[in-house]
């Protein structure tokens, strides 16, 4: 036995014996038991609040899997930062569903409808006897002279604490600071926008100024001038900073356009005299006028990772997390002004699965956006906003009966058309063909994709992993062909499961020494 599954199957025995110590465990070496797949016989809502995971679900009790879609991809990105620093990240900030949907997809969507969805699926890597399914939603991308112009406002974070480096947490760190961090990904965005696309800039810190009216971009000098004249000092009152963010940006509402609100903070938030309940209903309010919200964070420490995540979901938009001038130009080059648009309102996915076929699935994160299966038509019920060229990419661990005969079941997408206002809805066959015999015979992207969701897992503390290890999600992603492992993303992933295998192996062992 290798010495991470060993400390891990002691670090279990120990919460179920506080006075076993390690010498005695040796001698008499048990196996940690494979997770329950009846969810020790807890309901579904009882089995999330106590392992914050969704349970395997018996579908002859609930046959239906339905959330709303989501890409945000800001835990991937906190999760690299900490590794990156020696350290593991807080379990609690770890999301499966983040770390999947941070590497981009290469599905070519049918430009005649809003989405295509893509299949694939086979043995599971790290669960004997079952099935790992990935189901890939990719919207279609604009059409020439499609996208509206947008009216964006920035509401950036100028406390003292973005003085602090952006990378490695605390006080102590690596490369530039958070603001200038910030200041070089703004500008990285401006150049990306519409010479009729507009820029306002407020930016707060223990009160808020207005540092820049609404600015066609083709003013580009101007608008980098006041980005550039953003300094730290004071305290992070991002009650304030939100308030007049959203009252400019009301001000210069346009029905025919793109509006936005882009918050830019460290998150380390005094929040106001009114808490936290008022900005999020403050966000959804707004929302519902048409002003979205996004939210970017920097940096690691103090991190009220929670609230930005809670502001986008409330804002009908997006959370992201930069740590580096290169993610930096990725997020603000790439990702956010393809997401500047919706293609899709209040948008669900619900699968249903054919109980003669398949006696069990588990969804793979996700649990944040957790609708309730009745109510994946009720269109007041609000979901997810998905923007242009997005891939929504989702896992489930399924669990098949003895010869299973037909399909797997059916994949159902509704959504309101922005275009159109309409409500729509459509769905796709499951066929049992997209199930591959041999996990040789899946694709390097889907290994891949299984490996990252396995390191979330891990990091996480998943009830499901209690059984794994970092060495197992090496082993998988040493199996990709000569070519696949040439891309940097591969590159990455490796690196960093390198690095939390080592983390985890030293904090386990250091559990061990001194009990």
Same mark, same amino acid.
């Given at each position: 036995?290798?010495?991470?599954?060993?400390l891990?199957?002691? &670090?279990?025995?120990?919460?179920?014996?506080?006075?076993?110590?390690?010498?005695?465990?040796?001698?008499?070496?048990v196996?940690?038991p494979?997770?329950?797949?009846?969810?020790?016989?807890?309901?579904?809502?009882?089995?999330?609040?106590?392992?914050?995971?969704?349970?395997?679900?018996?579908?002859?009790?609930?046959?239906?899997?339905?959330?709303?879609?989501?890409?945000?991809?800001?835990?991937?990105?906190?999760?690299?930062?900490?590794?990156?620093?020696?350290?593991?990240?807080?379990?609690?900030?770890?999301?499966?569903?983040?770390?999947?949907?941070?590497?981009?997809?290469?599905?070519?969507?049918?430009?005649?409808?809003?989405?295509?969805?893509f *299949?694939? @699926?086979?043995?599971?890597?790290?669960?004997?006897?079952?099935?790992?399914?990935?189901?890939?939603?990719? =919207?279609?991308?604009?059409?020439?002279?499609?996208?509206?112009?947008?009216?964006?406002?920035?509401?950036?974070?100028?406390? @003292?604490?973005? =003085?602090?480096?952006?990378?490695g947490?605390?006080?102590v760190?690596?490369?530039?600071?958070?603001?200038? +961090?910030? #200041?070089?990904?703004?500008?990285? +965005?401006?150049?990306?926008?519409?010479?009729?696309?507009?820029?306002?800039?407020? #930016?707060?810190?223990?009160?808020?100024?207005?540092?820049?009216?609404?600015?066609p971009?083709?003013?580009?000098?101007?608008?980098?001038?006041?980005i550039?004249?953003?300094?730290?000092?004071?305290a992070?009152?991002?009650?304030?900073?939100?308030?007049?963010?959203?009252?400019v =940006?009301?001000?210069?509402?346009?029905?025919?356009?793109?509006?936005?609100?882009?918050? *830019?903070?460290?998150?380390?938030?005094?929040?106001?005299?009114?808490?936290?309940?008022?900005?999020?209903?403050?966000a959804?309010?707004?929302?519902?006028?048409?002003?979205?919200?996004?939210?970017?964070?920097?940096?690691?420490?103090?991190?009220?990772?929670?609230?930005?995540?809670?502001?986008?979901?409330?804002?009908? @938009?997006?959370?992201?997390?930069?740590?580096?001038?290169?993610?930096?130009?990725?997020?603000?080059?790439?990702?956010?002004?393809?997401?500047?648009?919706?293609?899709?309102?209040?948008a669900?996915?619900?699968?249903?699965?054919?109980?003669?076929?398949?006696?069990?699935y588990?969804l793979?994160?996700?649990?944040?956006?957790?609708?309730?299966?009745?109510?994946?038509?009720?269109?007041?019920?609000?979901?997810?906003?998905?923007?242009?060229?997005?891939?929504?990419?989702?896992?489930?661990?399924?669990?098949?009966?003895?010869?299973?005969?037909?399909?797997?079941?059916k994949?159902?997408?509704?959504?309101?058309?922005?275009?159109?206002?309409?409500?729509?809805?459509?769905?796709y066959?499951?066929?049992?063909?997209?199930?591959?015999? &041999?996990?040789?015979?899946?694709?390097?992207?889907?290994?891949?994709?299984a490996?990252?969701?396995?390191?979330?897992?891990?990091?996480?503390? &998943?009830?499901?992993?209690?059984?794994?290890?970092?060495?197992?999600?090496?082993?998988?992603?040493?199996?990709?062909?000569?070519?696949?492992?040439?891309?940097?993303?591969?590159?990455?992933?490796?690196? +960093?499961?390198?690095?939390?295998?080592?983390?985890?192996?030293?904090?386990?062992?250091?559990?061990? &020494?001194? +009990?």
């Open positions: 036995i290798g010495a991470e599954p060993l891990r199957a002691y &670090s279990y025995y120990r919460t179920l014996d506080a006075n076993l110590d390690f010498g005695s465990f040796t001698a008499h070496l196996p940690v494979p997770p329950s797949v009846d969810g020790e016989g807890l309901t579904q809502e009882e089995f999330r609040a106590r392992y914050r995971v969704n349970p395997f679900v018996d579908t002859r009790i609930d046959r239906f899997s339905t959330f709303g879609m989501d890409v945000d991809t800001a835990s991937y990105t906190r999760a690299r930062d900490a590794l990156r620093a020696g350290k593991l990240p807080e379990p609690k900030s770890v999301r499966v569903e983040e770390f999947v949907n941070y590497f981009p997809e290469e599905y070519r969507a049918d430009p005649e409808t809003a989405f295509s969805v *299949c694939e @699926g086979g043995p599971s890597p790290f669960g004997p006897g079952f099935e790992l399914l990935k189901i890939a939603v990719k =919207a279609r991308e604009l059409r020439p002279n499609e996208r509206k112009n947008a009216v964006l406002t920035f509401a950036v974070d100028v406390s @003292g604490s973005m =003085a602090a480096p952006a990378s947490g605390g006080d760190g690596t490369g530039p600071t958070r603001l200038a +961090l910030v #200041a070089h990904a703004l500008g990285t +965005l401006v150049d990306a926008l519409g010479a009729d696309d507009r820029v306002g800039i407020v #930016a707060y810190s223990t009160h808020p100024t207005l540092i820049l009216p609404h600015t971009a083709r003013e580009r000098r101007r608008i980098l001038g006041a550039e004249s953003l300094a730290p000092a004071g992070t009152n991002i009650e304030a900073g939100l308030d007049l963010a959203y009252r =940006a009301d001000e210069v509402f346009d029905a025919k356009a793109l509006n936005r609100v882009i918050l *830019c903070s460290d998150g380390v938030a005094n929040l106001g005299a009114r808490g936290p309940e008022e900005i999020l209903k403050k959804t309010v707004f929302a519902r006028r048409g002003i979205y919200l996004s939210a970017v964070g920097v940096g690691q420490g103090k991190y009220d990772d929670a609230m930005l995540g809670q502001l986008a979901d409330k804002g009908n @938009g997006n959370y992201r997390h930069v740590d580096s001038p290169a993610e930096a130009a990725r997020v603000f080059n790439e990702d956010l002004p393809k997401t500047l648009d919706v293609l899709a309102q209040d669900k996915i619900q699968v249903d699965f054919n109980p003669d076929v398949v006696s069990n588990r793979l994160g996700y649990e944040k956006r957790d609708i309730k299966d009745e109510d994946f038509r009720n269109d007041k019920v609000d979901a997810g906003e998905v923007g242009p060229g997005t891939t929504v990419t989702v896992l489930y661990e399924i669990k098949r009966r003895t010869n299973p005969q037909g399909d797997i079941g994949i159902y997408l509704r959504y309101r058309d922005t275009g159109t206002g309409r409500i729509e809805e459509t769905n066959p499951l066929s049992a063909g997209v199930l591959a015999v &041999s996990l040789r015979d899946t694709t390097d992207r889907f290994r891949f994709i490996a990252a969701a396995e390191a979330a897992e891990l990091l996480r503390e &998943s009830y499901f992993a209690r059984d794994g290890s970092f060495e197992k999600a090496a082993a998988l992603l040493a199996r990709a062909s000569p070519e696949f492992r040439a891309r940097p993303e591969w590159v990455e992933l490796s690196e +960093l499961v390198s690095r939390a295998w080592r983390l985890s192996v030293e904090r386990l062992a250091s559990l061990a &020494s001194t +009990l």
